[in-house]
């Protein structure tokens, strides 16, 4: 399929990032995100207001904001992969409303798993890189000394984000599961594995 619409469903560590960049190169689709549809259009006009104004005061933007957003990037897109978006069941209808999707995919994996993943990452203040403990730490041992873990990516903090997800995204693939669109891929496999099962599920769409 050329230009597929593609919605990435999966808690955070899932690695929708890394998949939804395999997606966007391999197919020539647009990566919408939704925090980067809000940083590109912080000054757009919405009946609630721009995101800038929400963004500035530290506040969540709210959905009729980031559904005007998103609505905003899809369509403006000949194909696109969605990641982060929806959030919750509110957002989901306003997104069947708006577009018809080609694939819909959750990358499964479990609570342990993801925490393992997200607590072991560690940032290089200076290039901005990203590393993990156990999978991918930097050969230089200066580069090692001076990576540090973000406030997100603490035990406790990791723990929370997983309960808000389970709270009001979980919703959101059962939404899709029990209307029949749900391709459900085992996103404990290597990276690779996971792509593969991807690209074979947007490919038979």
């Known amino acids: 399929m050329s230009q597929p619409k593609v919605l990435l ?8 990032g890394t998949q939804s960049g395999n997606v966007a190169e391999t197919y020539g689709v647009e990566h919408v995100t939704t925090g980067d549809a809000l940083r590109a259009n912080k000054d757009m006009e919405t009946e609630h207001g721009t995101p800038r104004e929400y963004m500035e005061a530290g506040e969540l933007v709210p959905d009729p904001v980031v559904n005007e957003i998103v609505e905003a990037a899809v369509s403006e897109a000949d194909g696109f992969v969605l990641d982060g978006y929806p959030r919750n069941l509110s957002q989901a209808e306003y997104l069947d409303g708006i577009t018809a999707l080609d694939v819909i995919v959750s990358l499964d994996v479990g609570r342990e798993e993801l925490v393992r993943r ?12 990203i590393y993990h403990t156990e999978f991918d730490m930097p050969d230089d041992d200066a ?14 903090t990791v723990r929370e984000r997983l309960r808000v997800f389970e709270e009001n995204t979980q919703p959101v693939i059962e939404h899709y599961e029990e209307a029949g669109e749900l391709v459900r891929i085992d996103g404990e496999q290597s990276p690779e594995a996971v792509w593969t099962d991807l690209k074979a599920a947007i490919d038979d769409a």
């Open 143 to 156: 580069v090692a000394d001076r990576l540090v873990q973000r406030d997100d990516d603490t035990e406790d």
């Open 9 to 16: 469903l999966g808690p955070p560590g899932a690695g929708k």
């Open 118 to 129: 997200l607590t072991g990452r560690r940032v290089d203040p200076e290039t901005g890189e």
